[in-house]
Nanobody
Framework: QVQLVESGGGLVQAGGSLRLSCVAS????????MGWLRQAPGKERELVAL???????NYTASVKDRFVISRDQAKNTVYLQMNRLKPEDTAVYYC????????????WGQGTQVTVSS
C-alpha cells in the first residue's frame, strides 16, 4: 500500500495561486490512479481532479480551466496547481490513490488546509 503526504496548503487571497504536493512512498505511483479530493466545512468530500497514467485527467466542473493535476514519476509525487482561487475553494485537500482499474480510494494522505480569503 502506498503512503501519501501532502503539503503546500495555506492562506491566499482570491485570484491567487497555490501548488499542492503529494509525496508517495512504499510503492510507485505509476500503477495507481492518483486523485485530489477536498472537503469543506459542512459539506461532503468531493473529487476535484484525477490522473491515470499521467495522461488521462479529469476535473470537476467547478475547477476545470483553473486547476491542473500532474505527476512527476521520478519524484513519485503528484501535484495540484490551483490558479484563480475563489473563496469557495476553501477546504481541506486530500491526496488519494486507487487502482487504475477503478474502485474505491484506498490510500489517503492526512490532508492540507487551503483557505481563500475574499
Amino acid at each position: 500500500q502506498v503512503q501519501l503526504v501532502e503539503s503546500g496548503g495555506g492562506l491566499v487571497q482570491a485570484g491567487g495561486s497555490l501548488r499542492l504536493s503529494c509525496v508517495a512512498s512504499g510503492s510507485r505511483i505509476d500503477t495507481y490512479t492518483m486523485g485530489w479530493l477536498r472537503q469543506a466545512p459542512g459539506k461532503e468530500r468531493e473529487l476535484v481532479a484525477l490522473d491515470t497514467y499521467g495522461v488521462i485527467k479529469n476535473y470537476t466542473a467547478s475547477v476545470k480551466d483553473r486547476f491542473v493535476i500532474s505527476r512527476d514519476q521520478a519524484k513519485n509525487t503528484v501535484y495540484l496547481q490551483m490558479n484563480r482561487l475563489k473563496p469557495e475553494d476553501t477546504a481541506v485537500y486530500y491526496c488519494a490513490a486507487r487502482s487504475r482499474f477503478g474502485g474505491i480510494w484506498n490510500s489517503w494522505g492526512q490532508g492540507t488546509q487551503v483557505t481563500v480569503s475574499s
